[in-house]
């Protein structure tokens, strides 16, 4: 079965830095999107950052110039390496997969989706 184990969160100060990772088990082909989303207590789910099967990536705005999305070719593992991080980061960081063969269906679905169960990123003043 597919899933999507986080690590690499932890406790820093302000202006430190975290490299967040997302390994990738089971199915591993039509895979649409790797992405990150984080979500602070009180606050809904906000989409942090996404990399495309073609290795495009975009950045939600809080984050832009500070954090940086890759992918390991073969194992489709995703990293987030993030720079002067402030007490705002602090939040639960989630992987989030779109796409999955359906097997049933000989096709790629883009609508099936995983979800892993997020790291903690503390950052204190």
């Known amino acids: 079965a597919v899933e999507l184990v986080e690590s690499g969160g932890g406790s820093v100060q302000a202006g430190g830095s975290l490299r967040l990772y997302c390994a990738v088990s089971?199915?591993?082909?039509?895979?649409?999107?790797m992405s990150w989303y984080r979500q602070a207590p009180g606050k809904e789910r906000e989409f942090v950052s996404g990399i495309n099967s073609d290795g495009r990536t975009t950045y939600g705005d809080s984050v832009k110039g500070r954090f940086t999305i890759s992918q390991d070719t073969a194992d489709k593992s995703v990293s987030l390496q993030m720079y002067n991080l402030n007490p705002e980061d602090t939040a639960m960081y989630y992987c989030?997969?779109?796409?999955?063969?359906?097997?049933?269906?000989?096709?790629?679905?883009?609508?099936?989706?995983?979800w892993g169960q997020g790291t903690q990123v503390t950052v204190s003043s």
């Open positions: 989030y997969r779109e796409g999955d063969y359906d097997y049933n269906r000989g096709r790629c679905e883009r609508d099936t989706k995983y």
């Open positions: 089971g199915s591993k082909f039509c895979i649409y999107t």
